[in-house]
């Protein structure tokens, strides 16, 4: 099963599979459909399903918000996507997608990742 991570920003969203292994099988991004909700599903959706038809397998999603879900309500908050604010965007892609989908902030995913780029004495792999 491969591994899929989506970046959606206020300009663009980039999505990425990888396998197993963590390298990467295909990528693709395109325009943020800026003010549009639904579209902005809608474009995950087509980015998750194209991934899926040229790797030829279903994969788990993972998602970076730029904004966090309240813990209290499971709406988003802090957003500069500010059509995503008071949404309960986690539940509606999942729904969108039939199946579970994990959600982060994209600026901790960041941290994350640079971390997992690390050799672990502080250099960053080129």
Known sequence: MIRIGVDLGGTKIEALALDQHGRELKRKRVATPKGDYQGTIKTIVELVTFLEEKTG?????????PGTLSPKTGLVKNANSTWLIGKPFNLDVMQALSREVRFANDANCLAVS????SQGNGDIIP
């Open 114 to 117: 640079e971390g997992m780029a």
């Open 57 to 65: 397998e279903k994969g788990t999603v993972g998602i970076g918000i």
